[in-house]
């Protein structure tokens, strides 16, 4: 019987959740349930009987977990723990404690909680949906899969930001990226297409969702990534900057009196594109220059610009570049932004053919001419494929 695990994705107010067969890769049930501590709660389950939405109130993550136990009981599949291989939990911040996937126990839940500090937003609400997950499936293994992860295997001339040195060592300052469990999806994904072990493939990763990170991934491992102690530094996002020079922060805290929080507001949730456009999402950021809105045409060259820039820096770090990837909700569905991103760099041996890569994909798909040096790809990407393959080869080496 193939392996099944419950992959579970909990947030601050919402858990999105898919039980996964991992042989086959399928989804047999996903499902979201939203607005967990507001007065009425959104649920939807997709199983074998089609969609049932729901609304009621969701007090918090443990009535979160109780209630997709429910849609399960009564919508299907039957969701039986002896079926189970095992719970998958995606997880934030995993520091430089975790290169790899984890068995929870309270040990694992108590570093989770400490890595808080790194990840205030994130690991909490994880914490919350594992604590209650344990508490619905006390007999199962639960694994902890960390966006971090597969950024553990950055050389300190990546992970070091050039700050007094004792500072970074007090209070934990470097680099630690994330998108990981994704990045390492498609990287991997990549080097099969090519029909080559990753060991063998070097691969720029482009995730371009509303969070945007680009991975350099040599022989299968990643070496270098956009994302730094936060998701805040890298590419242009939905609402986060990126990059941007620190000082920025000190001039806005002198000459314009905003706190702390302030410019944590301003760089996280009102910067990127919804800053330069008005609107965080592409599709609304294309319509706008449909209709002559010249904000919104600077804003895109803006988001090309720096994704043409790391692209040069990676291919630079990597020396040789088989493979560009794209993926994520942008990466999978915006030609417009895939071949403009690359535009100009065919002297790399990187071009877009326009009708390849023209519309949405929803499948795997060269969009490079035949015979380029660089093929170029978009891969859809699968995180909860990788958390339930990460956590069943984790219990089948427990076992
Ligand atoms: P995240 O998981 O980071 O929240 P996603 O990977 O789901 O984000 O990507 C969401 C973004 O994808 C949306 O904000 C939107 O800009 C973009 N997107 C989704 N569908 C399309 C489309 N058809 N064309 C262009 N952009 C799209």
Redesign the pocket.
């Known amino acids: 019987m193939s392996p099944k695990v419950l992959v579970i994705n909990s947030g601050s107010s919402s858990i999105k959740y898919q039980l996964v067969e991992v042989d086959s890769g399928e989804a047999l049930a996903t499902g979201l349930v939203e607005r967990i501590g507001q007065p009425v709660g959104a649920v939807r389950h997709d199983g074998p009987d089609g969609r049932t939405s729901l609304e009621q109130p969701v007090p918090d993550h443990e009535a979160g977990i109780a209630t997709i136990l429910e849609l399960f009981a009564t919508h299907g599949p039957k969701l039986d723990a002896s079926e189970l291989t095992a719970v998958g939990h995606r997880v934030v911040q995993g520091g430089d404690r975790f290169a790899g996937p984890a068995l929870v126990d309270d040990a694992v839940e108590a570093a989770i909680d400490d890595l808080s500090t790194l990840a205030p937003l994130h690991n909490p609400p994880n914490l919350a949906g594992i604590r209650a997950a344990r508490r619905a499936f006390p007999t199962l293994p639960h694994v902890v899969v960390f966006d971090t992860s597969f950024h553990s295997t950055l050389p300190p001339a990546a992970y070091t930001y050039a700050i007094d040195q004792e500072v970074a060592s007090l209070y934990s300052i470097r680099r630690y990226g994330a998108h990981g469990t994704s990045h390492r999806y498609v990287s991997h994904r990549a080097a099969e297409l090519l029909g080559k072990d990753p060991a063998d493939v070097n691969v720029i990763v482009l995730h371009l969702?509303?969070?945007a990170s680009a991975t350099a991934v040599r022989g299968g491992v990643s070496v270098e990534t956009s994302m730094g102690l936060t998701p805040l530094e890298g590419l242009v996002m939905?609402t986060r900057s990126g990059d941007i020079d620190p000082a920025v922060v000190f001039h806005l805290q002198r000459v314009a009196g905003m706190s702390t929080d302030e410019l944590d507001d301003l760089l996280n949730r009102r910067s990127g594109m919804l800053g330069l456009s008005g609107s965080?999402?592409?599709?609304d950021v294309h319509d706008a220059v449909e209709a002559g809105d010249e904000r919104a045409r600077t804003a895109l060259q803006v988001y090309y610009h720096r994704i043409r820039a790391y692209v040069g820096a990676y291919y630079a770090q990597l020396g040789r570049v088989d493979a560009i990837a794209f993926t994520?909700?942008?990466g999978e569905?915006?030609d417009i932004v895939r071949i403009n991103s690359l535009a100009g760099l065919e002297r790399l041996g990187i071009a877009v053919d326009a009708e390849r890569n023209e519309g949405?994909k929803k499948d795997e798909c060269v969009i490079s001419p035949d015979g380029s040096e660089v093929t170029v790809f978009v891969i859809p990407t699968n995180e909860e494929l990788e958390i339930a393959r990460q956590a069943v080869e984790l219990v089948a080496q427990q076992g």
């Open positions: 969702g509303n969070g939905g965080s999402d592409m599709r994520a909700g942008i569905n915006d949405r």
